[in-house]
């Protein structure tokens, strides 16, 4: 089955890039996902990248995608206290299977 | 633009009862998903309707079931509840014009947060 993996914690400085790691399994994805979730709250979609780009650019959001080794990240440029919260990598299956797998979940500390 | 709206936000109920978790999803969006998050399973996906249809399931008992409305409002039901149903429920809309397109973008609520007693 499909399975989704990421890092639990990552700390960085205010003003450091950050950087957080996704490995997935399922060849068949068509997209992929990065969610933020801060305490108390829902998911808010961050950015997506389509399976046959290799990196999408958002504002201070980097998305870099390697195909061949099923290895999604996300770059935060200039990480902020605001950008503490925990991020979720999520793929999206070919037809017939619409369902997002998420990861665990990476845990963002951004140190003043 | 109103986002998708999930009622109740909080609720707390005792074992062997049922609920109803409601969601509203973005005006225009025909999509409905749900999704259970626990600190010990993550997230995992329940079940997904499109225009009143149910077209996807996750491995969930039969005790969790749902339904979506004309307007594309989606209810799910948990009957007996048990100690391990406490979550935080979350309710995703896509656009979804016609049933074989992919969406590319799914947009979530707040969640409800359920605890079983």
């Known amino acids: 089955g499909e399975d989704v993996e990421q890092s639990l914690f990552l700390s960085v400085r205010e003003g450091d890039s950050s950087v957080i790691n996704c490995t997935y399994t399922?060849?068949?994805?068509?997209?992929l996902y990065w969610y933020k979730q801060e305490p108390g709250a829902g998911l808010q979609l961050l950015t997506y990248i389509f399976s046959n780009m290799d990196m999408k650019q958002d504002q201070r959001l980097t998305v870099l995608l390697n195909k061949k080794d099923k290895h999604l990240s996300l770059r935060i440029a200039d990480t902020q206290t605001g950008d503490s919260a925990i991020y979720f990598c999520a793929e999206k299956p070919g037809m017939g299977r619409r369902a997002l797998t998420f990861g665990s979940g990476t845990r963002l500390q951004v140190q003043p | 633009k109103a986002g998708v709206t999930q009622t109740p936000r909080y609720l707390i109920k005792t074992r062997g009862q049922q609920v109803t978790l409601s969601c509203s999803p973005i005006?225009?969006?025909?999509?409905v998903s749900w999704y259970q998050q626990t600190p010990g399973q993550g997230l995992q996906f329940l079940f997904e309707?499109?225009?009143?249809?149910?077209?996807n399931k996750g491995n969930f008992p039969g005790r969790f079931s749902g339904r979506q409305f004309s307007n594309s409002r989606s209810e799910m039901n948990v009957s007996t509840l048990e100690l391990g149903d406490s979550a935080l429920y979350l309710c995703?809309?896509?656009?979804?014009?016609?049933?074989?397109?992919?969406?590319?973008?799914?947009?979530f609520g707040q969640g409800t947060r359920l605890t079983v007693v």
């Open positions: 399922d060849s068949s994805s068509t997209y």
């Open positions: 005006s225009g969006h025909r999509s």
């Open positions: 995703a809309s896509s656009l979804a014009v016609v049933s074989s397109v992919v969406d590319t973008e799914a947009f």
């Open positions: 309707y499109f225009s009143e249809t149910q077209r």
